[in-house]
């Protein structure tokens, strides 16, 4: 009788102490799915998030991530604005911009740097001095390879209203790359995989500037940030304790998109960014990093630092304080 009660008593000790396990168990398998909602823009800034498409969007048993390609900064940023993005990559300066206008979000990485160029194919122009009265495509009033063509003209001694012509008539990269192959304009600031895809397609242009290197001269800094990712405030609100899990899975996607350019490219063609062919050569001149934003805070000061003097307009008006930077 004595073992028949002292047995129960081991088995009620045992039942009491696993119940807890088991039900967290159960709880887990019932929780309902997180589904996290990425936007990136077509081209590179695309390029770096492709991995969380591996395993079917699922960085575990319960947060899968649904990864929508828009064509424009401007598509991102309006849905960021209506609450339809948790994540976005979005150019630096456009993060600033949102964050002054009051959107509730955060900068929680740098996951890519400056990567454009000044490209010719008339062999008349050897330096920057010879840029002096000649006509520069732009993709993009008030895009980044126009925020970067101004501050460098500028610091080269250029006044980019009377000494030079800024021409914005052909608005999309791929165009004016295509143009610059054909030979019908000569100069133009292009970012990558375009700047790949014209030096290969055409044996007449020609790398003039790396403004990668004319701002890091002028700055005495590094690289400029050139994409970031932001994340809502009511993610954070709703799924603080997946923003380490959504964070560490874009740092692995860069990584492994750096390490294994041809596949990524195969991922980057199928979910609409751009064709393989094309993704494949440019992504190691892409200059796909991740930084979180405690460390790329010192690189994004000195950036909007340069964009307030020159164009304070082009952040929002204001630098942004201590609250646009979230740290995980």
């Known amino acids: 009788m004595r073992n028949f009660v002292k047995k129960g008593i081991i088995l009620l000790v045992i039942a009491l102490t696993l119940f807890p396990l088991f039900s967290r168990a159960v709880q887990e398998l019932q929780r309902e799915e997180v589904v996290v909602k990425m936007g990136v823009m077509q081209g590179p800034s695309g390029f770096g998030t492709i991995g969380l498409n591996r395993n079917e969007g699922y960085l575990n048993s319960n947060t899968r991530v649904e990864m929508s390609v828009y064509p424009s900064p401007n598509e991102v940023v309006a849905r960021l604005v ?54 520069i495509s732009i993709p993009g009033a008030g895009s980044t390879p126009d925020q970067m063509a101004k501050i460098i ?74 994409t970031v990712i932001v994340v809502s405030d009511k993610f954070v609100e709703n799924h603080k304790e997946l923003l380490p899990v959504v964070m560490g899975a874009i740092e692995e996607s860069i990584n492994w998109v750096n390490s294994e350019p041809s596949e990524a490219a195969l991922l980057i063609e199928e979910v609409g960014i751009m064709k393989a062919a094309m993704a494949a050569p440019a992504i190691p001149r892409a200059n796909l990093v991740f930084r979180r934003s405690k460390e790329g805070k010192e690189a994004m000061d000195v ?15 204001e630098l942004p304080d201590e609250g646009f930077y979230l740290d995980y």
Not at 92 to 118: C, D, H, P, Q, R
Not at 303 to 317: A, C, E, Q, R
């Open 82 to 135: 209506n609450g339809e993005l948790d994540f976005a990559a979005l150019p630096t300066n456009s993060a600033a911009n949102l964050y002054a206008k009051g959107v509730g979000i955060k900068t929680v990485a740098t996951v890519g740097e400056g990567m454009l160029m000044f490209l010719t194919n008339d062999t008349s122009i050897k330096n920057w001095d010879d840029l002096a009265n000649r006509k």
């Open 153 to 226: 003209t500028t610091a080269l001694g250029f006044d980019y209203e009377s000494d030079i012509e800024l021409d914005y008539s052909i608005a999309a990269p791929a165009q004016v790359a295509q143009m610059l192959i054909a030979e019908k304009i000569s100069l133009a600031v292009l970012p990558e995989p375009f700047v790949t895809l014209t030096l290969n397609s055409n044996k007449n242009v020609s790398l003039l500037l790396n403004i990668q290197e004319l701002w890091q001269a002028l700055t005495g800094s590094g690289n400029y940030p050139m």
């Open 303 to 317: 950036y909007f630092k340069v964009l307030y003097g020159f164009d304070y307009t082009s952040i929002g008006g």
